[in-house]
């Protein structure tokens, strides 16, 4: 998918045509729940709204613990509609998101809990790039059925964008690229 151009939608995203934001995309994941507490307000309009384009659902691990919880939430939502691809798996390590930002063990810990919940082995893990180049050891979590998203990376030139990303891996299947 490196060729193609996506981007994550949340509540905090207001769209206010769907066609036309379409036919800027390739792809889209869309926040679905975050924690075991908060299913996203703005899920469905997003999954409905960009209908036609391949979609994945994803959740934000804004807490430490309690996944059985939080997957079971993410599941209950998730099987409220279709979606063409993922789960997506979001982590973000910086200590100012959230008090108890997550851990390399946590996203270990989550995922085979996702596995046990959902029976599905395939998991896209999406981790900002300066985690990836920093404390984010991939060898603490990752395995053969994980995939990678290389989250937060900003340029001025899409094209350019895996290119100059500064991470490599082969399960490294899209860089998230904004145009700030």
Excluded at 27 to 40: A, G, M
Excluded at 131 to 150: E, F, H, Q, V, Y
């Amino acid at each position: 998918m490196a060729d193609l151009f996506g981007v994550d939608l949340s509540h905090h995203n207001a769209i206010s045509n769907y066609a036309t934001f379409r036919n800027a995309i390739d792809f889209v994941y869309i926040k679905v729940t975050e924690s075991t507490y908060q299913v996203d307000p703005a899920w469905r309009t997003h999954h409905d709204g960009t209908a036609g384009k391949l979609r994945a659902p994803y959740h934000f691990m804004g807490q430490r613990g309690n996944f059985p919880a939080q997957v079971a939430a993410f599941l209950a939502a998730c099987r409220q509609a279709p979606w063409e691809w993922g789960p997506v798996l979001d982590v973000e390590f910086n200590a100012s998101v959230q008090s108890g930002s997550p851990v390399s063990a946590d996203i270990r810990s989550w995922v085979a809990e996702w596995r046990k919940q959902s029976g599905q082995q395939l998991i896209y893990v999406y981790v900002g790039r300066k985690d990836l180049l920093g404390g984010c050891k991939l060898s603490d979590w990752m395995d053969a059925n994980t995939r990678l998203i290389a989250a937060r990376y900003y340029t001025n030139n899409r094209i350019q964008a895996w290119a100059n990303l500064g991470f490599d891996n082969a399960q490294l299947d899209i860089t998230q690229y904004w145009n700030q």
